[in-house]
């Protein structure tokens, strides 16, 4: 019988990805998920050493390239660094992303805060995308996937700027598909609930328990959960689907 920690089905041999965010978490999955799929991954991160242990691990197959989504000559120059050592792009997962909020109600946040969870998580997102544009383009399949959050679906309390932000990023999928759609590239979104990762480590015992009651599919979610549904809308075959966004919880925020 299958689990969640099996190898993914899904094949990308020869696709060439880069994963923002990837040194921990979710976008470590993503990569490692990447690599047995047999892609070809630069792992993106302001975390250098990690993400240069991460790389050496997975091998030929990967590379790390520094990365700050608040910094847009940062955001440049790794996308252009990425494609250069794969040879091009044909993905790009923009999974990079701050809280900064989690726990403060709205008048307890302060606009630094705000504008920084902005500035990382919605304008590096656009930044990483006009970035790999030009390379997604030459690629003929070009592929882009936004982590959103399921937090933007139902109205996560006390977590305001980062739930803003990733209503931002569903609402940037859709234009982002209009836009790109002419030039072959897809650009979808992914939900995720929350997962058990080292970024969720300050979420409150109280909300893990209310989503696993709330859940459709009563467990913990873990990063297995959500790297095939990323993996597909990486491939060729997804090439008519676009501006999407699709929740991966456990049917605990049904779109």
Request: proline share 4%; no cysteine; aromatic share 4%.
């Amino acid at each position: 019988m299958s689990t969640v920690t099996d190898t993914p089905e899904i094949r990308l041999d020869g696709r060439r990805v880069l994963v923002t965010g990837a040194a921990r978490g979710l976008g470590e999955a993503f990569a490692r998920a990447l690599v047995a799929a047999g892609a070809r991954v630069v792992i993106s991160d302001v975390l250098h050493e990690r993400g240069q242990a991460l790389a050496a691990e997975l091998g030929a197959a990967a590379h790390y390239v520094p990365m700050d989504l608040s910094d847009g000559a940062s955001v440049t120059a790794g996308v252009d660094a990425a494609a250069a050592a794969l040879g091009g792009l044909d993905g790009l997962v923009n999974n990079g992303a701050i809280t900064n909020s989690g726990g403060r109600t709205m008048q307890q946040l302060d606009a630094a805060t705000w504008d920084r969870v902005m500035d990382v998580n919605v304008r590096g997102t656009w930044l990483a995308t006009v970035a790999a544009q030009p390379h997604l383009a030459a690629s003929g399949s070009g592929r882009v996937v936004n982590l959103a959050s399921d937090t933007a679906l139902w109205g996560a309390p006390r977590l305001m700027a980062y739930i803003a932000s990733k209503g931002a990023v569903i609402a940037m999928t859709r234009g982002m598909a209009r836009e790109l759609g002419p030039q072959g590239i897809t650009v979808n979104a992914i939900a995720p609930g929350l997962t058990l990762v080292e970024a969720t480590a300050y979420v409150p015992e109280e909300r893990h328990q209310y989503y696993l009651q709330g859940r459709a599919i009563p467990r913990p979610q873990v990063p297995e959960d959500v790297t095939a549904a990323t993996l597909f809308l990486l491939t060729r075959a997804s090439g008519f689907i676009t501006g999407q966004l699709l929740p991966v919880n456990g049917g605990f925020a049904m779109h």
